[in-house]
């Protein structure tokens, strides 16, 4: 036995110790020369045993996937693929099912490398051999076609398509007599077959299965206007007979059970039709046209079959696909022209969302459908739908006792397609969408004789009702027709589940469409008391339309005030109830948009909140994403209620010290809302408790991080300093400044610039001392300004540190300055002075311009300072001249207090339940940019030191003369503005 066999036999076996090792050491072998022919060579021996042949073949494909493209690293060669080809052509009449499927899958993957350049015989010997006598080569030739023809239909390049259209032309024709032969020739023995594995008949079917499956790649991706061709025009007529008679004679072969291989053969058959129709409409759908009729005959044929006697011998996902396919056809653009109310032209919506003309073959359609469906019949399928597939089945019951919490879970998302009772929701909603004139009458027909129907009929006419309730709002006043029938089931003396589920989802559907408000406080009223419910699917309902009836835009927290409270305490007691994970979200999501809407008046429940919030979050501790809402949930509190949650403080602390611990696991899903929720504790504190700053040494590991974590960290320390005042700064402070030291050089623009803020904030707060502390980042600063060649992204935010710095305490900035150029060589602070006047202009943001200006403002008034600044003294004088046309000009006019100055007393903002905005204020009145006015401070520098005049006559006349004017200068009068 050779290596690569031996390895192939030991990775089918079960024994870990033996397939592991053998299954690396396939891997290994996969760049070897060869290896894949050997593999190839195995599987066409007949010798192994079938497991070792599939092991094999399945090798093969994994490598085909990895080597075969020529561009691939380590490709396979040509000469190898050559003897591949051959010897996989040998392969095809595989007599296991189950390998010769994975030969086609392997066949079509190359096919689609190589087909028609380097494997040109491989369709023309399949199309021969499906015309072979012999049943095994022709059915293993049509599943090798299959699989071919479904890689190829995907290709999109030109070449590619004209490939697959030659090969369209050279095999449809074929397929289809053999379809058609095969079809007839098992439909005739249906009715008279003794046994439901019958192999002749299993034999048809599978030709015809497989024939199918081919025909219906060629025909939507290989064919070009199908209304054209005579040829696909009669198989689409053929297509839909076949249905029709297999689905008729189903009944003859369901006596052998549903699970016989004839009756699945014959399902899939009448599925793969449906298919074939179903991407034809889809694809062509102006060439659907030309069976559009014969079609809605056939699907809606076969609903109303479904009802009369026998039909429950009709396969369900059937049913499931003609009602889809009649709402595609109701609801195809293509077929629903629009009459331009301007020009009058009849336009259509195009596959692509533009608007055109209406080809007469849209208005074709259009006529046909509303030739069909007459007014009878739609009255017949809506009374066939509300009584037959609205209605709630044994099975629905069932699974309401036995998991009440997944009930109702398969109309979600697009699911509904596989549901029968949902399928014929959405089938309804299309018939009103098209036909809403004739249909609102019938549905208030409907809703007439619903009195004296049973709980599940009535339950289906008032589902029908809330599904078409976009429509009827027009037609049926939910105050006075619906309210009172609610109001009615609701108070009888006996408690009917159904019909309570059923008046929540009718409530949630007419909130979103029309309610007047005199109504809204009754269905709180009812939506509350139904949260209450004994039954678990009844309170996820009544909590599904709260939740609609909150996100309204018509919601008034006024009209929901008195059931406030309620309702909270019900939703904690629902969450607590409550096992499945999703619903806990809806219940979490619920409470968020409660909190959102109320807003401070929700204060009342924070007692009842707070004494299941820590119960709540050790309950869920191995579910990420539960506790990640919860988290939002908190943070949405403290974010609504300020000051007024600071009670929850406690739990919330615990929960920030699992998100942002590293270590944690469940930190992958809670890092950013965890620090969401720091930030939003420390806006809504007062003063900063013990807890509060003990844990702030858990921002540091943060800092370290890359990501959005890193900008978040940064925000809850900036946080932290305007809470906890010099406090933060004694405990943490050198720790905090070595960390921003050693972080700025590698920190992206938006991390600098918030960097910079809070160093900023801090000099702003604690002057001389906070640059001290803050020294490393300060001398970065001036380095990066001072020895830069070209403007950074992060140039504004470092000369307004270094600005700021000089405000605070120019001889410490000197200082700093003398050592970095004992370091470089050089005079670092001249160099700074001469790249600030350079790039004045490149500062952007005019808070840091003013800063900028006030910066030296305060330099010339120093000592220490002046002998670098006064031989640039022009340059100052630009820089004032430039800021007063900035701050002290409007519209042409003169005004004396610059725009940035803000009042003393401020107007109260609206959010004054977060306490942060105060101290932000406390902050903005601290900082020089908003309390000193620019031009007086120009003035009183300039007055203050009368030799600063003799240093004018460098200085430009023309800006001389405007500074002067500037200077004297009263509220109002005209100047023009020079920059």
Known sequence: MDAVLNAVVCATSQDPRVFKPAVDQLQAWEVQRGYHLRLVEIFASQEPEIPIRWMAIVCFKNGVDKYWRRTAPNALSDEEKIQIREKLLTCIAEPSLQLAKQVAIVIARIARQDVPMDWPVLLPALLQNVRSENALLQSRCLLVLYRITKEMASKRLSGARAVFRELTENSFSYLVQLWIRETVASIGVLATTASGEDPAIVSHLELALLALKSLRQLLVHGTQDLHKNPACVEFLSYNIQGAMQLSSNRAAVLRFGADSTIVRLVDKLMITCCKVLSDVLDNHPDSFRVCLEPFLAFVTGEVFASAQVGGQSKNPRFLIFCMNLIRAVLLCSNYRPVQNATTGAIQRVNDNGKTELAPPDALEACEILRRFFTAELLEALTSLLVSRFLVLTAEDLEEWQHNPENFGCDEEGEAWTFGLRASAEHLLVAMMTDFSEPMCPIILRVLEGASAADT???????????????????????????????????????????????????????????????????????????????????????????????????????????????????????????????????????????????????????????????????????????????????????????????????????????????????????????????????????????????????????????????????????????????????????????????????????????????????????????????????????????????????????????????????????????????????????????????????????????????????????????????????????????????????????????????????????????????????????DAVYCANLRDEITKALRAQPDLMALMHPVDPAVRAQLEEALTLRDGEKMIPTY
């Not at 309730?469 to 939910?478: E, G, K």
């Not at 204060?603 to 939002?632: D, E, N, R």
């Not at 040494?697 to 940064?714: H, I, T, W, Y």
């Not at 519209?891 to 942060?916: H, K, M, W």
Request: a negative charge; glycine letters at 4%; charged letters at 20%.
């Open 456 to 926: 599940v009929q009535k339950d289906a006419v008032y589902n029908a009702l809330g599904q078409c309730s976009q429509y009827l709002h027009d037609w049926i006043d939910f105050g006075t027709v619906l309210l009172p029938r609610i109001a009615a089931e609701l108070s009888a003396p006996a408690g009917n589940a159904i019909m309570h589920r059923r008046a929540c989802i009718l409530c949630a559907r007419w909130v979103t469409v029309r309610m007047s408000r005199e109504c809204r406080p009754t269905v709180f009223q009812i939506l509350i008391s139904m949260l209450g419910s004994s039954d678990m699917v009844v309170r996820l309902a009544a909590l599904d339309a709260l939740r609609n009836c909150m996100d309204d835009f018509d919601f008034v927290v006024e009209d929901f005030q008195p059931f406030v409270e309620n309702a909270f305490e019900r939703l904690l007691r629902l969450l607590a109830d409550l096992t499945e994970s999703d619903r806990k979200l809806r219940v979490l999501n619920t409470m968020e948009i409660m909190i959102e809407r109320v807003g401070v008046k929700m204060s009342f429940a924070l007692p009842a909140f707070s004494s299941v919030l820590p119960q709540l979050w050790q309950g869920l501790s191995a579910i990420g994403l539960l506790q990640t809402s919860i988290v939002k949930l908190v943070t949405k509190v403290f974010d609504t209620l300020g000051a007024l949650a600071n009670g929850l403080q406690g739990a919330a602390l615990q929960m920030i010290s699992v998100s942002v611990n590293l270590e944690d696991p469940a930190h992958v899903y809670l890092l950013e809302d965890g620090l969401q929720l720091w930030q939003a504790v420390l806006r809504s504190s007062t003063a900063p408790s013990p807890e509060l700053l003990a844990a702030f040494p858990r921002v540091f590991p943060l800092l370290q991080r890359g990501d959005e974590a890193l900008l978040l960290s940064l925000k809850t320390i900036e946080g932290y300093l305007l809470l906890c005042e010099g406090a933060l700064l004694q405990q943490h402070g050198p720790p905090l400044a070595s960390c921003f030291a050693s972080l700025i050089d590698s920190l992206p623009s938006e991390g600098v610039a918030r960097l910079c803020k809070i160093v900023d904030s801090a000099m702003i707060l604690y002057g001389v001392d906070a640059l001290r502390l803050f020294s490393g980042t300060v001398r970065h600063a001036l380095m990066v300004v001072s020895l830069m060649s070209d403007a950074c992204s992060s140039y504004t935010y470092f000369v307004s540190l270094a600005s700021r710095a000089c405000l605070v305490s120019t001889p410490d900035v000197l200082a700093i300055a003398a050592e970095l150029s004992s370091a470089n060589s050089c005079n670092v602070f001249n160099l700074f002075l001469e790249i600030l006047f350079e790039k004045f202009d490149v500062i952007i943001k005019e808070y840091s311009k003013k800063l900028v200006g006030l910066a030296l403002i305060h330099m010339l008034t120093q000592p220490a300072a002046r002998p670098a600044l006064l031989p640039m003294f022009p340059g100052v004088v630009n820089v004032f001249i430039t800021l007063i046309n900035i701050f002290h000009c409007r519209s042409g006019s003169f005004i004396a207090v610059d725009y940035l100055v803000r009042p003393a007393s401020p107007p109260n903002d609206l959010r004054t339940n977060q306490p942060e905005f105060d101290r932000i204020k406390a902050l903005s009145g601290k």
